[in-house]
C-alpha cells in the first residue's frame, strides 16, 4: 500500500504496517532494539556477576545514557542535515562493533567491568546518531493521519524488545552462557540493515538543507522553551524518571531479594515490555487521545504508585505485576510525548527534536541509574523505590502548578 493511497482507508491498529517503507523502517527498529536489549541485560548481568556491586551496576546504567547527553543535541543537528535514511544503515552496522567486542572478550576470559564501560559508551554513541533519524524519518512515510498509529507502533518497538530481549538473553545465558548471547545480538543486526537499504524513500530531509552548527542546536532548544506543552511534557518524564528510574537495579531483585537467577533476571526485564504492549494496544484500539495532558498526568501518578508497590512487594510475582504496571504506564506517557512533538515540529526540526527527548530521557537516565545505585547501596532497593515513589509525586504536583496549560492541553 502507497502512502497516499493508505491516507483515504480508515485507521485500524495495523494501518501504517500496510505502507511498505514503515514496515520496513519497523521490522529493522524491532530487529536493532531487540540486539540492543540482549546486549544491556548480558552486560548488566555481567558487571554484577563480576563485582557484585549495586554501585558498579548504576555505573554501568550512567555509562550507557552518557553520550545522549553530552551529544545528543549534535545527533539531532546531523539527521536533520544528512540523509537519514544512510545514516540508519551506518549506525545499524557500527553497532556490530561493541556487541563483537564483548563477545570475544568474554570468550578470551579478558573480560573486565571497566571493558563494559567503554564498550558501552560506544555502543551508546552510536544509538546517540541512530535514534533521531529514526524517529524523523517515520512523518515522511506515512500520511499525517496515520501519524499517532505510526507513533504507537514505533514505540512498540521499544517495549517489544523489551519483553523478546531481555527473555532471550536470561535464558541464553542461563543454558548457554554469555558469549553465544553477544554473538546472538550482533546476528540480528545484519537484516535491519539490509531492510533499511531496501526503502524506496531517498530519506532526505523535507526543506531547507541545515548546516551542522551551534547556531542549529540553539535553533533545537528555543523550538522547546517555545512550546510550551512539549517543554512541560519533557519536565514531567525528566523529575519522575530522576527519582524513578528502577531498571538498573532490577538485579538485586532477582538476586539478592528474591534469588531468581538469570531467568528471574529476564522475567523482570520483560515485564514492563508485556505491560507497555498492553498500553499501547489500548491506545491503537482507542485511536487518538484528545485529552493528552490529563493523560500524560495521570500516567505519571500510576507510575508513581506502581514504584511504590515494586518496593514494598514480598513476593517475586508481585514485583513483576508492578513492573508490568510501570511498563503500562511510561508507554502511555512516551506515546503522548513523541506524538506531540511530531505534530508540532517541522520536519527541518524533527530530527533536533528526538534528539531533545533522548538528551531529557537519558540524562534523567543517567543521574536516575547513579543516584538508584547510591540509593540501594546505603538504604536497600526496596526503600529507595518507596522514597523514590514519594518523591514522583511532588515534583507531578510541582509541575502541574507550574505549568497550568499541561493539564488543559487538548488537541
Known amino acids: 500500500m502507497e502512502r497516499e493511497d493508505a491516507s483515504e482507508k480508515p485507521i485500524r491498529p495495523w494501518s501504517s504496517l500496510l505502507i511498505r517503507d514503515y514496515r520496513l523502517v519497523w521490522g529493522a527498529s524491532v530487529l536493532a532494539a531487540i540486539a540492543s536489549q540482549i546486549r544491556n541485560v548480558a552486560s548488566l548481568y555481567q558487571v554484577y556477576e563480576i563485582s557484585g556491586s549495586s554501585f558498579q551496576l548504576g555505573l554501568t546504567g550512567f555509562f550507557q545514557a552518557l553520550p545522549h547527553v553530552l551529544f545528543g543535541l549534535f545527533a539531532g543537528v546531523v539527521a536533520d542535515a544528512f540523509n537519514r535514511k544512510k545514516l540508519l544503515a551506518v549506525t545499524y552496522s557500527l553497532h556490530l562493533i561493541p556487541t ?64 523478546v530481549g531481555p527473555a532471550i538473553a536470561g535464558v541464553m545465558i542461563d543454558y548457554f552462557g554469555l558469549p553465544p548471547a553477544y554473538f546472538f545480538s550482533a546476528g540480528s543486526l545484519a537484516p535491519a540493515v539490509l531492510a533499511v537499504l531496501a526503502l524506496r524513500s531517498s530519506g532526505r530531509v523535507e526543506g531547507e538543507l541545515r548546516r551542522v552548527s551551534l547556531k542549529s542546536m540553539i535553533e533545537g532548544l528555543e523550538f522547546i522553551w517555545l512550546q510550551r506543552i512539549i517543554l512541560s511534557l519533557f519536565l514531567l518524564d525528566f523529575g519522575v524518571t530522576l527519582v524513578g528510574f528502577y531498571r538498573p537495579i532490577l538485579p538485586i531483585f532477582a538476586g539478592s531479594v528474591f534469588q531468581m537467577g538469570a531467568t528471574g533476571l529476564g522475567i523482570l526485564y520483560a515485564a514492563p515490555a508485556i505491560g507497555s504492549l498492553a498500553g499501547s494496544t489500548s491506545l491503537l484500539i482507542a485511536g487518538d487521545i484528545r485529552r493528552k495532558g490529563p493523560a500524560a498526568v495521570i500516567a505519571a501518578v500510576f507510575f508513581a504508585g506502581s514504584l511504590a508497590l ?48 533522548t538528551v531529557f530521557a537519558q540524562t534523567t537516565n543517567a543521574l536516575g541509574a547513579l543516584l538508584a545505585g547510591i540509593a540501594a547501596e546505603f538504604m536497600g532497593a526496596p526503600n529507595a523505590l518507596v522514597l523514590g515513589s514519594l518523591l514522583c509525586l511532588l515534583i507531578i504536583l510541582g509541575i502541574t502548578r507550574a505549568i497550568p496549560q499541561l493539564w488543559k492541553y487538548r488537541s
Not at 551508546?124 to 500520511?143: H, K, T
Not at 504507537?152 to 517489544?160: A, D, E, I, K
Not at 510475582?317 to 505534530?343: K, N, P
Request: aromatic share 10%; hydrophobic share 60%.
Open 310 to 357: 515494586l518496593g514494598v512487594a514480598k513476593w517475586f510475582w508481585m514485583a513483576v505485576v508492578a513492573v508490568a504496571i510501570l511498563g503500562f504506564t511510561d508507554s502511555i506517557s512516551v506515546a503522548i510525548r513523541r506524538t506531540v512533538v511530531q505534530l508540532l515540529a517541522p520536519d527541518t526540526m524533527r530530527g533536533r527534536a528526538a534528539s531533545l527527548i
Open 100 to 163: 563483537l567486542s564483548l563477545a570475544f572478550l568474554t570468550v578470551t576470559g579478558a573480560i573486565q567491568v571497566w571493558h563494559i564501560y567503554l564498550l558501552s559508551v560506544l555502543s551508546s554513541l552510536v544509538d546517540v546518531f541512530s535514534w533521531p533519524a529514526r524517529f524523523a524519518i517515520v512523518p515522511g512515510l506515512v500520511p499525517r493521519s496515520h501519524l499517532m498509529n505510526a507513533v504507537t507502533l514505533n514505540s512498540m518497538v521499544l517495549q517489544s524488545s523489551f519483553l
